[in-house]
């Protein structure tokens, strides 16, 4: 059998933890990375970090729309104070989306970034990054700040960065959107197998049409585990062993 870790998961945001990590468990998930985006998701994570040890892993962050936020000051301090008792920096990055950027400009995304992944480099935490319709940039500041370790989630963007990124040592994840996404696959083909991770993005909501809809669970990186290995043409088991020795080696956990 395989044993998997669920990368990228907002698991404050499903109701009945307990059951939600059974099943997790059942699912042969051995761990789930719990990333932050706010001042109070990022301490409810460190609360449920506590209840869960040695499964569920904090990592802190704070996503670009939530500069706007009255309380945006006050999780850039808790980030700073408590980043050395979580396993990575995260989820944090850029979105050039519409309704993004008119909460918060480029420029603003792009300062509080910077900040973020110097915190991160500074704590030696890897780095876990959104870069929706922002590849680029998100790339380049990654590789300006000199950060040694990045997982580029959910990654959709052109293959001439991601190669960039392969280059620099960074690593991408996989979600379950890898089952029917063009862009999401075709770098998924692209990336070598020791730069893949595991995620769901959870509670993200999946949806093919009218053949499927479903809002996702930490369980659910058993549909990415199936797709990938479906893509790259290995075996189950093999691809479950690779994509966990690298989250193993990215987390350091
Ligand atoms: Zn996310």
Known sequence: MYEL????????????TDSVIAEARKNHVMAVIAVGTSFLSNQRIMALAEIYPDYLYPALGLFPWNIADED???NMNYIGENIHRAIGMGEIGLDYSKGVKERASREDQQSVFRELLATAKANNKPALIHSRYSWKDC???TQEVEVEKAVFHWYTGPLSILNQIIESGYYISASPAAEYHEEHRAAIKAVPLERLILETDSPVTYRRGTEFEYDSRP???????YAISEIKNIDRVTAAKITLENAVRLFNL
Do not use: G, P, W
């Open 5 to 16: 870790i669920d990368s990228h998961s907002h698991i404050d945001e499903i109701e009945n």
């Open 72 to 74: 945006f000051q006050d």
């Open 139 to 141: 790339f380049n500041i």
């Open 219 to 225: 369980a659910d990186v058993v549909r990415t585990l």
